[in-house]
């Protein structure tokens, strides 16, 4: 969800001053949560597995069934895949006053600038779980909008798979700045004088 403000102030006294005031508060909440099926044919090849029923298209992979890790290779890292899910608390604020004042000075054009901005957030909280499993599976992207994942292990069958990773940390940041500027303009004033002269 998005909130935001936004107000602006304009004041002239007289013909050679103008100031304007802008403001600026923002804040987006956006809480969120992913879930994700990680392929690790790497981890496959790496232990002695394999890859059967390949199929290229316009040089890349497109189908391919991965087996298991085999059992005597398995026993520091048994798994082939993995189903993760990330909670996050998310938030992202902005603020800002800027002070603009213009002056009329005979030939010259002045402008001062005062300002302060600030910036934050991200994820307050970000909660990841992962489990994995040592299974057969096969990756199908031949139809581009619809890929298709199977298991030889149900992803439904809880005593399979076994919990790899359990993290929470957070991935904050602010920053602030203030800003001063000034602009001076003169208008030159090139005159010219004519001599004119009669022959009698």
């Not at 909130?3 to 100031?19: G, M, R, V």
């Not at 391919?64 to 938030?91: C, D, G, H």
């Not at 010259?108 to 040592?134: C, E, L, M, P």
């Amino acid at each position: 969800m998005l909130t935001s403000a936004t107000a602006n102030f304009e004041y002239q006294p007289n013909l050679d001053w103008n100031i304007q005031l802008n403001t600026l508060y923002s804040v987006l909440n956006a809480d969120n949560s992913n879930q994700n099926f990680l392929w690790q044919p790497s981890s496959v090849f790496a232990r002695g597995g394999h890859i059967s029923d390949a199929k290229i298209i316009d040089n890349t992979l497109a189908f391919a069934r991965y087996s298991k890790v085999p059992e005597q290779n398995a026993q520091n890292l048994p798994f082939s895949t993995a189903m993760e899910a990330i909670w996050r608390e998310s938030e992202i604020n902005t603020s800002s006053v800027h002070l603009i004042v213009s002056q009329q000075a005979h030939l010259w054009q002045n402008q001062y600038q005062i300002g302060f901005t600030k910036g934050g957030g991200g994820s307050k909280q970000d909660h990841t779980s992962q489990f994995s499993a040592n299974t057969a599976y096969t990756v199908d992207t031949t139809e581009r909008k619809n890929i298709i994942a199977n298991y030889d292990v149900s992803p439904l069958d809880g005593q399979a798979w076994q919990l790899t990773e359990a993290r929470n940390d957070s991935q904050d940041s602010n920053d602030q700045e203030f800003y001063l500027q000034g602009d001076f303009e003169r208008a030159i004033d090139h005159s010219s004088r004519t001599h004119n002269s009669r022959l009698c």
